[in-house]
């Protein structure tokens, strides 16, 4: 940063704000938020909750809107199954989410954190206004805290943690939806635990986790445990747009006393709300730091402030270093331009691969070293073996696309039947009329069906030969 930012002191940039000098742990009160942002992320939260809690509901056509299920290796994505013989199209999109991330952080920073990440939203805009009606504000909270174990704070405690634990309850459950089906998840909860062990233990571990997350570890997880919040590090720049202390407006800061105008002081009086809001413990003040999460609770409450005392909004906003330096509007950088191409190129190629993907894969050849046999009734034969994987959602059934032929199944198979997402592999005899053989190899196809609807035709060949 430019010499502008002299004033800072260097020292906070050694520590983090939730941890003190020997390394204990401080722990994090924040002042309850309100004002202009703080409702706008309660209607982001409002929209985040209703798609987290119906999404795995959905179906499209009898298929989830979204499955991720890794214990089978299956996929729904917007209805579409995907297995792992799709790992063209897996590579394609992750290659293009991260490309996305980047260029989202070398833009916006942290707003994803602060705005629409689940570990976000459920602390701050759900455990937290439990916590809040609870256990009261941040002073109240300290004071709580600092108690002995009184009959109040064991029910204050009690009913807090209660509470906690049904939610951790819900949103393990959803969870697991997401993973097998909110079917099998209903299955789990209504059936006895030994029919499925480890389903079971799933559910238990998931909600242990989300409970200690939520309860303990709380906004370590961000400034600690996410790869996301380390990497922002790497990527925001000078232009990259923040929650960001405009330094230039508000040094030096100093008490404003009442009636009083002291022109060698800027707009920040030192109140310090910026600072009890801040639900990772930093002063946004001394710029832009890892911890921040760009949750805007200090624009509220520094917005507030600058009514009460008569001054213009906007002494903390979102803003980058270069515009608070150059006093211009924010804008978007080269760099940026740059990854939003590649972005939109990684975009259209797998809109093309999806475009082009086929809903089943499948070969069937002639079996090697097999001639042709003669048959009754002026046929002959050719021995032929075929794998179909169905990456469809309908079961499919295998037929000759000739009236000249049929198929016969080897073995005990009436027809052939390909579920969902499976593969299988089929041996079985095509027989044709000596009087459609008219050449060494005739051109075949056979049809992949669903129902009375050809999914997939496959061309083969049908070697014989017959005298004219």
């Known amino acids: 940063m430019s010499s502008n930012l002299d004033f800072i002191d260097e020292a906070y940039r050694d520590s983090i704000g939730t941890v003190d000098k020997d390394g204990k742990r401080i722990w994090a009160y924040p002042k309850k938020p309100s004002g202009f942002y703080h409702n706008k992320r309660l209607i982001a939260t409002a929209i985040f909750l209703l798609v987290f809690f119906s999404v795995p509901f959905i179906k499209i056509s009898g298929a989830p809107l979204l499955m991720i299920n890794i214990f089978e290796r299956r996929f729904y994505i917007f209805g579409q199954l995907f ?16 490309v996305f991330i980047t260029l989202f952080t070398v833009v916006y920073g942290r707003v994803w954190c602060g705005w629409a990440c689940p570990q976000t939203v459920f602390m701050e805009m759900v455990f937290r206004k439990i916590e809040y009606w609870i256990d009261g504000d941040r002073q109240q909270q300290k004071k709580l805290a600092d108690s002995p174990w009184t009959k109040e704070k064991i029910f204050k405690r009690s009913l807090k943690y209660a509470v906690f634990a049904l939610i951790s309850i819900i949103i393990a459950h959803t969870a697991m939806a997401y993973l097998i089906g909110p079917e099998k998840v209903f299955q789990l909860i209504t059936h006895s635990p030994s029919e ?36 922002q590090g790497v990527l925001v720049g000078k232009n990259t747009m923040n929650v960001i202390y405009d330094w230039v407006r508000g040094e030096p800061r100093g008490r404003l006393k009442k009636g009083a105008v002291d022109v060698d002081k800027g707009d920040c009086i030192d109140c310090k709300l910026c600072t009890h809001v801040c639900p990772t413990n930093i002063d946004i003040r001394n710029g832009i730091q890892l911890e921040c999460v760009n949750c805007t609770a200090c624009i509220d409450a520094c917005d507030e402030v600058m009514e009460k005392i008569q001054k213009p909004k906007g002494l903390i906003k979102f803003g980058s270093v270069e515009s608070i330096e150059t006093n211009k509007p924010f804008r978007i950088s080269p760099r940026a331009i740059g990854y939003s191409v590649v972005l939109l190129i990684l975009i259209g190629v797998e809109i093309f691969i999806l475009a082009g993907r086929s809903q089943v894969e499948a070969t069937v050849l002639r079996v090697p070293g097999q001639l042709y046999q003669e048959r009754p009734n002026n046929r002959l034969s050719n021995l032929y073996n075929a794998q179909i994987l169905n990456k469809s959602k309908d079961t499919l059934t295998i037929y000759l696309k000739s009236n000249s032929g049929v198929l016969n199944l080897v073995g005990q198979e009436q027809s ?7 593969k299988k592999e089929v041996v079985f005899f095509i027989e044709l009329d000596k009087t459609y053989i008219k050449k060494r190899k005739t051109e075949l196809e056979v049809s992949l069906m669903s129902g009375d609807q050809e999914i997939e035709t496959v061309k083969t060949t049908f070697l014989g030969y017959t005298n004219p």
């Open 416 to 422: 052939v039947k390909v579920p969902s997402g499976q």
């Open 83 to 98: 297995l792992p013989q799709d790992s063209l199209v897996f590579s394609i999109g992750l290659i293009t989410f991260f």
């Open 196 to 231: 499925n062990l480890s389903g079971f233990i799933g559910l238990v571990a998931f909600t242990i986790i989300f409970f200690f997350v939520f309860t303990r570890l709380r906004e370590q997880v961000c400034i600690a445990i996410c790869p996301y919040g380390r990497l």
